[in-house]
């Protein structure tokens, strides 16, 4: 019989990656997946159902979407509150945002700045890139096609705003936007966030000093003390203040450090109804874990803060109690004081 020669440069074979349904590689082998499994085939009908509502009321590549939000504002408002379909996340979040109006009205100023132009911030950028989603199969492969396209999108909008140029905090949000659309699409979402195609515009989070989001920490400061006093009382005392958790969830939204199914579940609501969402989330989030925290140390207050429970994070409990949260108008149009507060 003959033997088998063996290349000892020879490769042995690849274990594939598991990889959850969002493409985010999987570190342990959890009784959650089995649960997944089930829920979903459990559920495989009724998302499919939702689908076919969602097809019918955005129209051929979103020709009916405009028509549909005027006629039934509520029932839009309602689907999106409910999770936009995953396959059809990417489409609707550029109808919803206003980008696709941009990207049709200008044709070629994507490639202009990606090809043409130079930016001051290229080497932040290419530094920064490796530490956007590391765990997803898209971005993990260095210089590899997500790499590139997260690069790309960055360096093109850091040219177009020169007055932002680019910040830590954008490549997160450019990252979520690249794993459900194309890079040219990324982009003109980001300029829509940026500039307020719809809602009001973010630019102000990441000038220098990062104003808009020492405003909204000043804002949710004052809307944690109005809807829960003992929590607030407790912060005052343990000298916690938004700053030392909450900034990144405004910077990012939510995109940064939580769970991805519930940040996606967050966008879609953040690209239709603002920014405000942002303060009803991270008011739900202390609500929810009120008893507990107002029990805790300086310590293990921030550690808490920083790491809310699993069971937290469930956006079918989480954003019905955020919805029912009314912020008060008087908190979300306070201005902060001059001279600003120093943000970590």
């Not at 690849?14 to 985010?24: A, I, L, N, S």
Request: charged residues 25%.
């Amino acid at each position: 019989m003959e033997s088998k020669v063996v290349d000892e440069n020879e490769e042995g074979p690849v274990v594939p990656m598991r990889v959850d349904r969002f493409g985010f590689v999987k570190q342990e082998h959890g009784p959650t997946e089995g649960l997944a499994r089930s829920r979903s085939a459990f559920e495989y009908q009724r998302d499919e159902r939702r689908i076919r509502k969602w097809r019918k009321m955005i129209g051929v590549g979103g020709s009916d979407w405009k028509q549909y939000v005027r006629r039934k504002p509520h029932v839009v408002k309602r689907r999106i509150r409910k999770g936009i379909p995953d396959c059809l996340r990417g489409l609707v979040w550029q109808l919803i945002s206003g980008s696709r109006d941009l990207l049709l009205l200008n044709p070629g100023v994507y490639e202009q700045l990606i090809i043409y132009e130079t930016s001051a911030s290229e080497l932040d950028i290419i530094r920064d890139i490796s530490r956007t989603f590391p765990s997803h199969v898209f971005f993990q492969q260095r210089h590899g096609p997500g790499q590139r396209s997260l690069y790309n999108v960055l360096k093109a909008y850091s040219v177009f705003d020169r007055d932002v140029g680019y910040v830590q905090g954008m490549g997160f949000v450019a990252g979520l936007l690249l794993l459900y659309m194309s890079e040219e699409d990324a982009f003109w979402l980001l300029v829509a966030l940026l500039k307020g195609a719809v809602h009001t515009p973010m630019e102000g989070m990441y000038l220098v000093g990062l104003p808009l989001v020492q405003q909204y920490l000043f804002q949710f400061d004052h809307l944690v003390k109005e809807h829960m006093p003992k929590l607030g009382e407790h912060f005052a005392q343990e000298m916690i203040n938004p700053s030392m958790y909450a900034s990144q969830w405004f910077i990012t939204v939510f995109s940064y450090s939580f769970p991805f199914h519930l940040a996606l579940r967050i966008w879609d609501v953040f690209l239709f109804e603002g920014v405000k969402v942002v303060f009803k989330v991270g008011l739900a989030l202390l609500k929810y874990c009120h008893d507990d925290l107002v029990k805790l140390p300086f310590e293990k207050l921030i550690h808490a803060l920083r790491n809310f429970p699993e069971d937290a994070m469930n956006p079918d409990i989480l954003l019905p109690m955020a919805f029912s949260i009314k912020a008060s108008p008087l908190s979300l149009s306070l201005s902060l004081p001059s001279p600003l507060l120093p943000c970590d």
